[in-house]
């Protein structure tokens, strides 16, 4: 349950005129972030790697219907080049959320070859950019299935002294979202397989209902992959899985569990230049990187540095890396509480490190060449830029996608990070973010209006980046609170455990101790508080707005495709990677039935009295619209005010700039209704009552 080309707007700014210096309502205030510069820079590059000496990634095309490019940047090069052109979109829906959707393979002529999965049909390709003049068409190789969701792949692989990629391949056996079975398959280059399933090579048996794609021995001779089996999620208990490379043509064989467990969960693994493996696993309570020796792997893994800190995060995303081995033995890392940074780990003493710059947080994905290591950085003021480290000379340099301000960074929100005491005493993470903007005197009578922003998830968590779509409301005078309530990752496994069997009153209760805590500091308006979130953060959202013990707190509430039925989210009625996910966050149905009528918001649609935004996209299969119609037919005639855009061609988030645009600024009429400010600039919502 967890959801752009860098060019200003060209639009005018929305704002009502004003002079500088004067006194303006909160909300009310001039500002240049316009909803269309939000739309042009959502999202961010994704799945960074390496061919050769070339880097590549995906980025956001927003205004080329939310499609992903795949970027090239060649050695000495200031500019990547987008290498596919629309409707390309190399992006899957492995689990839904997909995975790492490319590898390329450099040659020493004819260019690199790159193997792409197309999210509009979901069949693997290969292309040789360089071929015909940079002109080449890409050609299948894998067939459709009309079987269901049909047949996905991820995490390739590509093995040319085969002829083969191996990756992880979901194939859907009936019609249902859980007639599903994953394994790792041997997929082959020449375009065998375009219109014959029956040539993808089986490489393991489907035992296990997830896993992640094979990482090869330098020597060939074994692979290592992650596997989990339903009810568990990637960050309750995985199995770190090793086998051997036998046959002609090869298969993995002998496979054996090395690592991880129900209460033990891996979240990486690769292969360190010397043979052994190198993994990432929370055994003490925190994700940890460890050394196991293939060769005895019955041994007690090695712990490389022993820290209550995080050097991983929930497996959201098939293919994620939260460290990659150099050819001197150590280690990039992304390391931290809470955020997540970059440094080098030398194995052998378990010295760190930490890359210096003004990058707080990296995104899971690096890049090694030679003593090089690049990533995706960004931090508080920036927003993400592809960093590369030369860890010889210690420089580190942005490569690409260098961040500019669209406009003063007098406008953008100065973060300030809070701990706040919950119920019981405990600790409750937030960032929060004041109004800014350098134009107007904000009024000295009543502190400004908030909003509370529950993120999805829920076993995820709110990073401190800079993002233009806070500074939308903050530069407009509304601030805006980023809670990490208990089952947030970035502080260990005990606090993510916090929301075990408690969704729907941990996350509640924390999102209402931050409301509370800045209200009672004078930070906030107690009467004009309201409370934001999509999917799992819609289901907070809808919650808070419900709960007898949040009563009167909010004064409105925004809800993106949230759950709302948690009996009508189970099963075949979500997707397969989230269809017991709720048994560990409420509870097996068939033991409390009546904890899940309870905690469900639609059970109380008759306590709904705060207005409401409803933001739905309606191709999303992960939150159906079905969630979101039920709470519509509950509200209607009830005399609460509500609107609800209902997003075609959209799944679970919006990608489409016009879609961003709308929810945007429908979202600031809400709180322009709530909060009793005016502005002249916005489209009308129309409310229903």
């Avoid at 089996?229 to 051997?244: I, K, Q």
Wanted: with cysteine.
């Amino acid at each position: 349950m967890s959801t752009p080309p860098r060019t200003p707007s060209t639009t005018s700014p929305s704002a009502p005129p004003s002079t500088p210096g004067d006194t303006v309502p909160y909300g009310a205030w001039p500002s240049p972030i316009d909803a269309a510069l939000v739309a042009a820079r959502d999202g961010g590059p994704e799945f960074l790697g390496a061919v050769g000496e070339e880097l590549w990634w995906t980025a956001p095309r927003p205004a080329e219907a939310g499609r992903r490019a795949l970027l090239r940047l060649r050695p000495g090069a200031t500019e990547p080049v987008s290498v596919l052109p629309p409707p390309w979109h190399v992006r899957n829906r492995v689990i839904e959320y997909g995975g790492r959707p490319w590898a390329g393979l450099p040659r020493p002529s004819g260019g690199p070859l790159i193997v792409f999965s197309h999210f509009l049909d979901q069949r693997l390709y290969a292309v040789e950019p360089d071929v015909g003049g940079g002109g080449a068409v890409p050609t299948p190789l894998t067939p459709v299935s009309g079987v269901g969701g049909g047949l996905r792949w991820c995490d390739p692989v590509i093995r040319p002294e085969l002829g083969e990629v191996w990756c992880v391949l979901e194939e859907f056996t009936g019609p249902g979202a859980t007639a599903v079975r994953r394994l790792l398959v041997a997929v082959p280059l020449d375009g065998a397989a375009a219109e014959d399933r029956s040539a993808v090579r089986e490489l393991t048996d489907d035992r296990h209902r997830f896993v992640t794609g094979p990482r090869l021995s330098p020597d060939g001779r074994h692979a290592a992959w992650l596997a989990w089996d339903h009810p568990a999620m990637p960050w309750d208990g995985t199995e770190l899985r090793l086998a051997d490379v036998t046959g002609d043509p090869p298969r993995l064989t002998g496979a054996r569990t090395v690592a991880g467990g129900p209460d033990e969960a891996v979240a990486q693994v690769d292969w360190a230049p010397d043979g052994t493996l190198l993994a990432v696993t929370d055994r003490t309570g925190w994700w940890n990187p460890y050394r196991l020796d293939p060769a005895d792997p019955a041994g007690p893994p090695a712990n490389l540095h022993p820290a209550d800190e995080e050097f991983a995060d929930a497996l959201w995303r098939v293919g994620w890396q939260w460290f990659a081995p150099l050819d001197d033995g150590s280690v990039a890392v992304l390391h931290g509480r809470g955020a997540l940074r970059l440094g080098i780990l030398d194995p052998d003493t378990g010295r760190l490190a930490d890359v210096p710059g003004p990058w707080t947080e990296w995104s899971p994905c690096l890049a090694v060449q030679g003593t090089r290591v690049t990533g995706i950085a960004a931090g508080p003021e920036r927003e993400h830029e592809i960093v590369q480290l030369d860890t010889a000379t210690g420089h580190c340099r942005v490569l690409a996608e260098p961040h500019h301000d669209a406009v003063d960074p007098a406008y953008y929100p100065e973060p300030v990070t809070r701990v706040v005491a919950g119920p019981d005493g405990r600790d409750i993470h937030a960032t929060v973010y004041p109004p800014r903007n350098p134009d107007v005197t904000p009024p000295a009578d009543r502190p400004p209006p908030y909003v509370i922003w529950a993120h999805g998830g829920p076993t995820s968590r709110a990073a401190l980046v800079l993002d233009l779509e806070i500074a939308y409301f903050t530069s407009r005078g509304i601030g805006v609170a980023e809670v990490n309530y208990g089952g947030s990752t970035g502080h260990g496994r005990a606090y993510r455990n916090r929301l075990r069997e408690a969704w729907g009153v941990v996350d509640v209760e924390d999102c209402a101790a931050v409301a509370r805590a800045l209200a009672a500091d004078g930070v906030c308006d107690p009467d004009r508080i309201a409370v934001r979130g999509g999917s799992a953060g819609g289901f907070t959202t809808a919650a808070s707005l419900l709960s007898e013990d949040t009563a009167g707190l909010y004064a409105c509430g925004t809800i993106k495709y949230p759950i709302l039925d948690l009996a009508g989210w189970l099963d075949d009625d979500t997707h397969d990677f989230e269809s017991r996910y709720l048994e560990s966050l409420v509870g097996r149905p068939d033991e409390v039935p009546a904890r899940y009528r309870e905690r469900s918001p639609i059970t109380h649609a008759d306590r709904l009295s705060a207005p409401f935004l409803l933001l739905q996209g309606m191709d999303d299969v992960i939150c159906p619209p079905v969630q979101a119609e039920g709470l519509l037919a509950l509200t209607a005639g009830r005399g609460v005010p509500h609107a609800y855009l209902a997003f075609p061609g959209e799944g679970h988030g919006f990608r489409r700039a016009e879609h961003i645009v709308r929810a945007v600024e429908a979202e600031l009429a809400l709180y322009a209704h709530a909060f009793t400010f005016t502005r002249p600039d916005l489209p009308t919502l129309p409310l229903r009552h």
